[in-house]
């Protein structure tokens, strides 16, 4: 491949010739101009193929200039591993057949496009357009150039890079990389997503020790500082270094391509999902030309974000933003437009990581503070520029997918740029996902319409019975938004909705509350799915898991050795994180879960903290710390304890104040009769399971010992995962319950426990359970 690049250079580059016959003048500034007027300048619309578009907009073109747009598609071919090489020697070879004297691909150089090295995404592929417009400017401008130029140019790649990046780039960002890895090899890795580039140099920044906005030197010093672990050769994509920094995937796409196909299907999809928000911020693209241009852009501005078309931001968000930006109109006198300043950082060209940077530095985090409000409205005023390419983004939907995918978050405590270029890096999987199961999307606003389906909407009332059940339990409730009610939270819990209301009320009240009850009632994954819904898109919610070697140092603030292990650094644990998130967005509620909260030594771990958990309004001096520091009223907590852990003994009067106390045990609400409310909705055929656990709980005489439901909701549940689940992990856990008491277990076998409850198919009671 790099040999056949190798020709293109030569021929094609240095001198005016051709690729596939060397002699013949093909590649000069009249075939590129021909090229222009023909092809690029004149676009079919119509709906046949592109070979069969291409022959007529060729049409009275000469054959070196068909010659030459056959040897452009060679250059573009070269790259991509997802198109096999029989296919691009007859795309080739259909457009070389346009010719009055056709020629043929050299032997060589048609085996050499059974290669490639990379998989490019579905949009070079479907977009190929774009691409050979990129291609055809590129040569038009080259040729322009002397042959001094040309020779500086292919000497110094930082230069090639100069003149390939000052052209108009089409929407061929692909193209444009793929050149810059072609011709030179050695500067440039073989790596076309931009999005990935900045991914690597954010993730591995500690790396580039030589300050520089070029991705591609940062990529260069990444490089240097990895090869000595990896080798001179390693690829950022082995997995080995992939998993640093990308969020990988475990083989869950095929289901949710299945059922975003079924809402691509839907005629109304462009509708619902697609032309409003191009007519939402169309005022926006009129706000940035007249910035560009230094005309009036507040009022487009203000109208692009308040239209009836725009249910894309959050309303509360965007105008704290609006406000603020006013308000540097009128004291523009006394500093400059910071508002101005930020706007124009990030509408100008380039890549997406700067401008987001540049732009959140100069918006301040009072007025947007949480990463997902501010991710949210920056987002938003990037599809002024490019719609189809920079959708707007939403924490809670991309969750969602994440899960549904089984595809690992962002790592925690990412910047907001980080945050965004991950969520492109999903979409651009999830085209990628779904070109390879028949389903192809146009770009990556279709990809994120077809996220907020999946994550939002009920399945479609033309869809079988059996669909929309299906679809149900594979999805699994209701994403948590910050617009969900509790009562829709509470449906999708299959709880009754005054449970969560009185445990908000509470949390309003004191801002702590501890779930207690049983292993298995469900109470990690309430207090998530409620710190979720509560914090929204404005707020921020931390996890962290409590257990015995657990200190002060880890939860609060210590010293931890430094990187490179030459002494030691002052590091904040996640609560002090938890608390400047609270501090620098005061407006968003942030909730910090502690799981297994009674598992830790809680005096040693939470040192002052029991006196500024009940006087919030009050302040200390922290151990580590000269500064006085107070817990943010909008800083929630929510614990859980496991009652039947014996280290409940720990848990103090004092703290027992602080927190209010809700119990999750299996005979009181909310936990009481939640599997037989699941089993009535997923699980029909296996409701004599919440007998057997009643059951169970009847012979056990002990709440706090009692057996769970959580143990069996489980989409894949059958009569087999029962009692895989009975025989390796309920009766494990009764075997410990009942330590000194063996002879008790054989009243606990599923068989056993099963019979009185046991239906035959018709739903009647067998014989066995009427004896």
Same mark, same amino acid.
């Given at each position: ?11 094609? /580059? ?25 092809? *690029? ?125 000052? /052209? ?99 005629? *109304? ?33 203000? $109208? ?5 078309? =725009? ?93 549904? $995918? ?66 149900? =339990? ?22 009754? *909705? ?52 657990? *200190? ?67 302040? /200390? ?5 000269? $500064? ?91 009569? $087999? ?51």
């Amino acid at each position: 491949m790099y040999e056949a690049m190798q020709i293109v250079i030569d021929n094609g /580059l240095r001198r005016d010739g051709s690729v596939f016959t060397p002699d013949e003048a093909v590649w000069t500034a009249e075939n590129f101009a021909a090229l222009r007027r023909h092809f *690029s300048e004149q676009p079919d619309l119509g709906t046949d193929t592109y070979v069969q578009k291409l022959r007529r907009q060729l049409a009275g073109v000469t054959d070196p200039a068909i010659q030459l747009m056959a040897e452009l598609h060679f250059v573009h071919l070269l790259v991509p591993l997802s198109i096999s090489g029989a296919k691009k020697r007859g795309i080739i070879e259909t457009i070389l057949s346009f010719m009055q004297l056709p020629v043929s691909v050299p032997v060589p150089l048609a085996e050499a496009l059974d290669h490639g090295f990379i998989n490019p995404g579905i949009f070079f592929q479907t977009r190929r357009n774009h691409q050979l417009i990129y291609l055809i400017e590129f040569g038009e401008a080259w040729k322009a150039l002397s042959t001094t130029d040309h020779a500086k140019l292919l000497a110094d790649p930082w230069a090639f890079k100069q003149f390939a990046f000052g /052209l108009p780039v089409h929407s061929a960002y692909t193209q444009r990389e793929c050149l810059l890895h072609l011709v030179h090899t050695e500067a440039f890795e073989a790596m076309v997503s931009r999005e990935h580039k900045q991914l690597i140099a954010k993730r591995f920044a500690a790396a580039i020790t030589e300050p520089t906005d070029d991705v591609d030197r940062q990529i260069r010093q990444v490089r240097n500082a990895l090869s000595s672990t990896y080798g001179d050769d390693f690829n950022f994509y082995d997995e080995r270094v992939r998993q640093q920094w990308q969020a990988g995937g475990s083989g869950a796409w095929a289901e949710f391509v299945k059922w975003a196909k079924k809402f691509y299907e839907d005629p *109304s999809f462009d509708i619902e999902e697609r032309d409003y928000k191009l007519d939402a911020v169309r005022p926006l693209s009129e706000a940035r030309e007249a910035l560009l241009r230094g005309d009036e852009w507040r009022p487009l501005l203000r $109208t692009g974000f308040h239209n009836r078309k =725009n249910n894309l931001t959050d309303w509360r968000a965007h105008d704290r933003f609006l406000n603020w930006v006013e308000a540097q109109d009128r004291d523009v006198a006394a500093g400059g437009d910071t508002a101005e300043a930020a706007l124009a950082a990030l509408w100008r060209d380039g890549d997406v990581a700067p401008r987001l940077d540049a732009f959140l530095d100069l918006v301040p985090t009072s007025e947007l503070g949480a990463v997902g409000a501010r991710l949210n409205i920056a987002s938003y005023l990037l599809m002024a520029q490019a719609p189809t390419e920079h959708p707007v983004y939403k924490p809670s939907l991309f969750k969602r997918a994440r899960d549904l $995918t089984q595809t690992a978050s962002p790592p925690a405590g990412g910047s907001p740029s980080e945050v965004y270029l991950a969520a492109l890096d999903f979409l651009d999987r999830f085209i990628e996902e779904s070109a390879t199961r028949g389903l192809v999307l146009r770009d990556r606003l279709d990809a994120q319409g077809l996220v907020w389906c999946i994550a939002k909407y009920d399945a479609g009332t033309e869809w079988t019975k059996e669909e929309q059940l299906a679809f149900d =339990n594979w999805r699994g409730g209701e994403t948590s938004e910050d617009e969900s009610t509790l009562d829709q939270l509470a449906a999708s819990l299959y709880f009754k *909705s005054d449970f969560l209301d009185r445990v908000v009320k509470l949390l309003r009240q004191k801002r702590q509350v501890i779930f207690h009850g049983p292993p298995g009632t469900g109470k990690t994954y309430v207090a998530r799915k409620l710190a979720e819904h509560l914090a929204g898109t404005e707020g921020s919610v931390e996890l962290v898991q409590f257990h015995p070697s657990y *200190s002060y140092e880890d939860f609060v603030q210590g010293y931890r050795p430094a990187e490179g292990g030459e002494g030691f650094v002052l590091r904040d644990g996640p609560l002090l994180r938890a608390a400047k998130r609270a501090l620098d967005s005061p407006q968003g509620t942030h909730v910090l879960i502690i799981d297994e909260i009674n598992r830790g030594n809680l005096a040693k771990v939470l040192g002052e903290l029991y006196f500024l958990l009940e006087y919030r309004n009050e302040e /200390l001096t922290l151990q580590y710390s000269d $500064t006085p520091f107070r817990l943010p009223k909008n800083l929630w907590v929510i614990a859980t304890m496991n009652t039947a852990d014996r280290s409940i003994a720990i848990v103090d009067g004092a703290l027992r104040r602080r927190f209010y106390f809700v119990p999750f045990f299996p005979n009181e609400p909310p936990v009481e009769g939640l599997l037989a409310r699941w089993l009535e909705a997923n699980k029909r055929d296996l409701a004599w399971i919440t007998g057997v656990v009643d059951s169970a709980n009847a012979l056990l005489k002990d709440r706090h010992a009692a057996i769970g439901p959580s143990h069996f909701m489980r989409d894949d549940l059958d009569e $087999t995962w029962v009692e895989l689940i009975w025989k390796h992990s309920v009766l494990p856990y009764i075997a410990e319950q009942l330590f000194g008491e063996e002879e008790r277990l054989d009243e606990f076998t599923l068989a056993s426990l099963r019979r009185p409850h046991a239906r035959d198919a018709s739903g009647e009671e067998t014989s066995s359970a009427a004896d």
